[in-house]
Nanobody, 122 residues
Framework: QVQLVESGGGLVQAGGSLRLSCAASGRTFSKYAMGWFRQAPGKEREFVAVISWSDGSTYAAGPVKGRFTISRDNAKNTVYLQMNSLKAEDTAVYYC???????????????WGQGTQVTVSS
């Protein structure tokens, strides 16, 4: 089992920045790829970014590429999502998740956090 707890969400003005954190406990954190997903009201959950468990390679979805950066600190069992140049359409509940695969689809992830709300005012 892996337990994931997100933090760092909040209310920010458009153009601002936030850094989300996801603290993991349980099984060996460094063996899992870590991803961020988000779900806006009335919309389906969508992939945001993923980072590998081995070489730190990353992939970000088109709408956030160049604005959001995913990183991890295996010594602290924590993954981060640095969000810059935030837009109103980034408003959503953000979830971190753990997978044994470097996936972009929710079903590829085995463990999920409870989510943290990000609200961007325009």
């Amino acid at each position: 089992q892996v337990q994931l707890v997100e933090s760092g969400g909040g209310l920010v003005q458009a153009g601002g920045s936030l850094r989300l954190s996801c603290a993991a406990s349980g099984r060996t954190f460094s063996k899992y790829a870590m991803g961020w997903f988000r779900q806006a009201p009335g919309k389906e959950r969508e992939f945001v970014a993923v980072i590998s468990w081995s070489d730190g390679s990353t992939y970000a979805a088109g709408p956030v590429k160049g604005r959001f950066t995913i990183s991890r600190d295996n010594a602290k069992n924590t993954v981060y999502l640095q969000m810059n140049s935030l837009k109103a359409e980034d408003t959503a509940v953000y979830y971190c998740a753990a997978s044994t695969r470097l996936g972009r689809r929710g079903y590829e992830y085995d463990y999920w956090g409870q989510g943290t709300q990000v609200t961007v005012s325009s």
